[in-house]
T-cell receptor, first 116, second 110 residues
């Protein structure tokens, strides 16, 4: 499978717990993005990596959120002390820097988080 | 700040109708515009990508157009089918991140 994969697909947790999500981009894609989508809304940008460098973080990404991309391959998104407002679909996408004109992003299936 | 608006928010049509979904954006300095389909509780399925230098793209019964100067794109669906029922999202990109609209929820009645 050469697409973007995300794990887990679903996560149910209690308020106050920490959760971590993983994204594996398309191999050789050097750009990786995280988005969050709440019910009835379009996805909103959270953060972006070029190789292992995190180049932008949205104001949506509070101090409880941290993302990493060690070695420029897979990425993890951790949410500490989860709140009910964190319940959403977390989407990961990747693209190739070589695709300068298009910057087409390929999306994974998402991780649906429910905070009770 | 780029803003993306999709009209209508919801649409219900009988099977077989041709239909048009609209997307407008406030900043014409975009790299590309992409249309996606999203089924309930699922991820995004890419439908069509229009690069900034292009005017339209076609795939099967779908045709998407782009007018950067007026900040508009349309997605035309020919001969709609019940299987087309989903939410359709448009997204525009600058140098990297996508800005999405809130989508059009389409229901095609058999």
């Amino acid at each position: 499978d050469t697409g973007v994969s995300q794990d887990p697909r679903h996560k149910i947790t209690k308020r106050g717990q920490n959760v971590t999500f993983r994204c594996d981009p398309i191999s050789e894609h050097n750009r990786l993005y995280w988005y969050r989508q709440t019910l009835g809304q379009g996805p909103e940008f959270l953060t972006y990596f070029q190789n292992e460098a995190q180049l932008e973080k949205s104001r949506l990404l509070s101090d409880r959120f941290s993302a990493e991309r060690p070695k420029g391959s897979f990425s993890t998104l951790e949410i500490q002390r989860t709140e009910q407002g964190d319940s959403a679909m977390y989407l990961c996408a990747s693209s190739s820097l070589r695709d300068r004109e298009g910057n087409e992003q390929f999306f994974g299936p998402g991780t649906r988080l429910t905070v009770l | 700040k780029q803003e993306v608006t999709q009209i209508p928010a919801a649409l219900s049509v009988p099977e077989g109708e041709n239909l048009v979904l609209n997307c407008s954006f406030t900043d014409s300095a975009i790299y590309n515009l992409q249309w996606f389909r999203q089924d309930p509780g699922k991820g995004l399925t890419s439908l069509l990508l229009i690069q900034s230098s292009q005017r339209e793209q076609t795939s099967g019964r779908l045709n998407a157009s782009l007018d950067k100067s007026s900040g508009r794109s349309t997605l035309y669906i020919a001969a709609s089918q019940p299987g087309d029922s989903a939410t359709y999202l448009c997204a525009v990109s600058g140098t990297y991140k996508y800005i999405f609209g809130t989508g059009t929820r389409l229901k095609v009645l058999a």
